[in-house]
Each structure stands twice: as structure tokens, then as C-alpha cells.
């Protein structure tokens, strides 16, 4: 990610407590730090805005977020919480696609974030390290579909009062 002088880097400390870091090696973890930027929010400020367009994941380093979504009216539904070490933007990061709902900080927050773009210079030096990087980005977008598919399961079953929970 390009950084200013001014700008604050991403530690070697940080990528090493992300979830990228236990795969890593230290070097493939300075090499990480060097084509991320980090990202300091206060509270109630917009991570990203429901259709904004951009391909970098951005990792919770510090604090807590929210991702929300416009029902109609001016009225918005709270998604999901995001907390340390949750990512988000993990769609446009990977396809490119407009993000499907806001994100907006709950408390003062911290975020790594990788360009898509920082992350593909890497694979000619260190392809096995963008490997890790993805194959950890798939994952975290498995365990968010799971999550949906029990939530829509429940939900399924509460309106149609099934299984005798209800």
C-alpha cells in the first residue's frame, strides 16, 4: 500500500497477531507489513460506504465496527460486529465487486489494509506468501458463510415454526 512519510507503518507485531501471521515466517511477515497501510478511525467514522468500490481487505487490528445496511426510509439494520482480527472487504478485495453494506467504527479503531495490487507485486518474490495470504482470506469468507447459512436456517425455522424451538 502506498504510505506517505507521515503516514504510520504497519509492524512487523501487528501482521504476527493478524490472522496472517501464524502462517508466516518473519520474514514473509516484514515483507506483509512493508505493502500494507494502517488505518486509524474514531468513533462513528465510515470505514466504507454501502456501493464504494475498492480491492483492499482490511484487517481489525484494534477496536470494534459495524457493518450496516439502508433498509428504505433512512432506517439501517446492523449486520454483523467486527471486532480484532476480523476482516472486511473481502469481496471487492477479491472480485472488485461495489461493497454490499457500510462499515463505521463503534470505538476509536486501528485496520491493516492490503491493495490487491501491493499484495499481487508479491508474487513473483514471494509467491508462496500470497498463497498464505488468500488461502487465510478464503477461510475467513468460509466461516462468514457458515455463519449465514445457520443464521438463515434459524431464521428459516422461527417463521415457519419448526423443530419445536419457537
Known amino acids: 500500500m502506498s504510505t506517505k512519510a507521515d503516514e504510520p507503518m504497519v509492524s512487523i507485531e501487528a501482521i504476527r497477531e493478524s490472522p496472517f501471521g501464524p502462517d508466516l515466517t518473519d520474514a514473509q511477515c516484514q515483507l506483509l507489513a512493508e505493502s500494507t497501510g494502517l488505518i486509524a478511525l474514531d468513533v462513528g467514522a465510515p470505514l466504507l460506504d454501502e456501493g464504494h468500490v475498492d480491492e483492499v481487505l482490511y484487517i481489525v487490528s484494534r477496536g470494534s465496527l459495524e457493518v450496516i445496511k439502508q433498509t428504505g426510509g433512512g432506517d439501517a439494520v446492523t449486520l454483523q460486529l467486527l471486532h480484532r482480527g476480523d476482516m472486511a472487504g473481502i469481496l471487492?478485495?477479491?472480485?472488485?465487486?461495489?461493497?454490499?453494506?457500510?462499515?463505521?467504527?463503534?470505538?476509536?479503531?486501528?485496520?491493516?489494509?492490503?491493495?490487491?495490487?501491493?499484495?499481487?507485486?508479491?508474487?513473483?518474490?514471494?509467491?508462496?506468501?500470497?498463497?498464505?495470504?488468500?488461502?487465510?482470506?478464503?477461510?475467513?469468507?468460509h466461516r462468514i458463510l457458515g455463519?449465514?447459512?445457520?443464521?438463515?436456517?434459524?431464521?428459516?425455522?422461527?417463521?415457519?415454526?419448526?423443530h419445536g424451538r419457537y
Open 92 to 141: 471487492g478485495f477479491v472480485d472488485g465487486v461495489p461493497h454490499s453494506a457500510a462499515i463505521r467504527a463503534l470505538t476509536q479503531c486501528e485496520l491493516i489494509a492490503l491493495d490487491r495490487k501491493d499484495l499481487e507485486r508479491l508474487i513473483d518474490q514471494d509467491p508462496h506468501l500470497v498463497y498464505l495470504v488468500m488461502r487465510t482470506v478464503v477461510r475467513a469468507a
Open 147 to 162: 455463519r449465514m447459512n445457520a443464521q438463515f436456517v434459524e431464521m428459516s425455522n422461527y417463521i415457519s415454526h419448526q
